[in-house]
């Protein structure tokens, strides 16, 4: 039995860049279960990159900066299928080119580049996308388990934007369907994104020592949640950020933990 059920569903996945991304183990995790993907690109070079990953599945041009993609957006989907079950929204970006600066330094230009691509890109392909969803549809867009980790720098702030978004963007939808709108906040995982981050390595392996397991987050484990959230099966959930972090939130004073930090004053 197809517990998903998500055996020829539609479903446009955002947010693919290689074999180690979040998107890609949910695309990979749909088409298993026999779903059908279509795919967004930001470029004709990052189409090239996906179609060597997915050969069999249609691939969009899509700039979220590009207003005139976005607005295009409805019409390319269009050529592909006439209705969507579900979409994936896994695109961020921050300029950390020059390192994380204190917060109060943040440039302006910097910041709105960053809310667009990686909250309000959100609102605005859902909204392109919206007549061709089904009636219980669902969209997922993926967050962070701590955006108060310093280390994401202004990326924390605007993934804590994201969050907010979300119950306001189901909230939109309710008025005419029944589609639902969810976040999944994901522990540190190993993806090249991650790895732009500085410093990043550091807080992976804290947060690898702060899970009930000892043992760190897999992206996996993120994709199969995303995967639940886009299927039926979770017809009760909206509105929300599901914590997919292996428990460290509620192990932030680990005692192994503790105990090496204070040995070390």
């Known amino acids: 039995m197809d517990f998903l059920d998500v055996k020829n569903k ?5 947010g693919v860049a290689n074999k180690k991304s979040v998107a890609y183990f949910c695309a990979k995790t749909l088409l298993e279960q026999e779903a059908k993907c279509i795919f967004s690109a930001q470029t004709e070079s990052h189409a090239e990159a996906i179609k060597k990953l997915f050969p069999q ?7 979220v900066e590009n207003e005139a993609h976005v607005k295009n957006l409805s019409q390319e989907v269009s050529k592909y299928t006439s209705r969507l079950d579900g979409f994936l929204h896994s ?3 921050a300029n950390f080119s020059d390192g994380v600066k204190p917060f ?6 910097d910041y709105l580049q ?17 007549d061709f969803f089904t009636k219980n549809a669902s969209i997922v867009t993926i967050s962070i388990s701590n955006t108060k980790a310093t280390s994401y720098g202004y ?21 005419f369907s029944h589609i639902r709108v969810n976040a999944v906040g994901a ?17 992976y392996l804290y947060a690898e020592e702060l899970t009930l397991r000892k043992a760190a987050l897999e992206t996996q484990e993120v994709a199969n949640t995303v995967c639940f959230l886009l299927s039926p099966r979770s017809s ?7 914590l997919v972090d292996a428990g460290m939130s509620a192990n932030y004073f680990d005692q192994n933990v503790v105990k090496t930090f204070t040995k070390n004053k």
């Open 187 to 203: 522990g540190p995982l190993k993806t090249s994104a991650s790895a732009g981050i500085p410093d990043y390595i550091d807080n």
């Open 10 to 14: 539609f479903f446009l996945i955002a």
């Open 236 to 242: 009760g959930i909206n509105a929300t950020t599901v």
């Open 114 to 130: 960053a809310a667009q691509i990686s909250c309000f890109s959100l609102v605005e392909v859902s909204n392109q996308l919206k």
């Open 104 to 109: 109060i330094e943040t440039k302006r230009a």
């Open 155 to 175: 990326l924390g702030p605007i993934k804590a934007m994201l969050d907010a978004t979300v119950p306001f963007l189901a909230k939109s939808f309710s008025e």
């Open 57 to 63: 599945s249609p691939i969009i041009i899509c700039d």
């Open 91 to 93: 695109l961020a970006f």
